[in-house]
């Protein structure tokens, strides 16, 4: 028997329209009054969310990348720029007051994970050719870069700073010492490819999805695996905690977004999909999640919709 959470029974989802093109990638700036969405139209957008509200929402288009916007994150210490890396080779830094491009970087393929340092000094970018490169924030220069003879998906830096994590198709994730990058942990993890990962806010734990179909959650101090979470079918593309790191997030092809106890790795809540979904990400101040897949409208076109959950129902 599933237990079901009281915390998330009645609540309801709202809908986000505005791109052209499916949405790759979701993301809350660091006190939770804007979400960005990056999408395969070569936009991002940026929308002003109010979460007791049930007033219009504005937002404001980003517009220069020249492929899709892969996918996308906030400086953790300034509320108003977001980074977004695109299919365009590009790594570029906006201020969404104004929607201009502040800062723009060249580097030598197609961008697909981005991942901010929790202090906003450093910022990892990794490729389609499974290169890794490393960059000053303040200058947006390259301080590392390095490829890859085997894939590499999502990055990470623990709450710390002292520890980066590579998910990669080996089904194993690297742990580095940083600055340092000395390699000094490789966990077999999964049975296939891990793709996705997530550092809990209060920095005790990471989790980690994967081709397999399952979520493994990680202590960070010890490197230890304590549980796994079985509720998908399909590859698990993405995962992420909550604020106050009670509750897990994952989707995949399945047709619903699972909601986890961390402490037990029970399923609390399940949200219906309608397609296979891309990225979820939590608020970071309140239990409002955001998730994006490949939704498609009844004419088989791309709805560029994303939606958040969480709302209290007006009915």
């Known amino acids: ?130 290169e890794l490169t490393i960059l000053d924030v303040r200058k947006l220069k390259t301080v590392h870069k390095h490829k890859f003879s085997y894939e590499i998906n999502e990055i990470a830096w623990n709450k710390a700073g002292d520890r980066f994590f590579i998910t990669t198709g080996n089904g194993t994730i690297e742990v580095f010492d940083y600055p340092s990058l000395k390699l000094r942990h490789n966990l077999i993890a999964h049975t296939a490819g891990c793709y996705c990962i997530s550092v809990d806010p209060s920095g005790r734990y990471f989790a980690v999805g994967s081709a397999d179909s399952l979520v493994s959650l990680w202590d960070v101090k010890e490197m230890l695996c304590i549980r796994t979470l079985t509720k998908m079918e399909w590859p698990v593309r993405t995962v992420g905690f909550n604020h106050t790191g009670e509750f897990i997030a994952s989707a995949s092809e399945d047709p619903f977004v699972d909601i986890a106890n961390v402490e037990t790795g029970r399923s609390v809540y399940q949200i219906p999909t309608k397609a296979p979904m891309n990225s979820v990400e939590w608020n970071p101040k309140y239990n409002l999640l955001a998730y994006a897949g490949d939704d498609k409208n009844k004419y088989q076109n791309d709805e560029g919709v994303f939606r958040i959950f969480g709302f209290e129902s007006t009915s």
């Open 1 to 130: 028997m599933e237990e079901k959470s009281v915390e998330f029974k009645n609540l309801c989802s709202r809908e986000y329209f505005g791109h052209k093109r499916k949405v790759h990638s979701v993301a809350w700036n660091c006190i939770g009054t804007k979400l960005a969405s990056g999408s395969i139209d070569h936009t991002a957008r940026v929308w002003n969310i109010d979460p007791h509200s049930h007033g219009k929402v504005k937002d404001i288009e980003l517009k220069g990348h020249t492929d899709c916007v892969d996918q996308l994150c906030w400086d953790p210490k300034q509320p108003d720029v977001v980074a977004t890396c695109s299919g365009d080779k590009t790594v570029r830094l906006w201020d969404t007051r104004s929607g201009k491009c502040a800062q723009s970087v060249e580097l030598s393929g197609e961008n697909i994970n981005i991942a901010y340092k929790h202090d906003g000094t450093n910022m990892a970018v990794g490729n389609r050719d499974d």
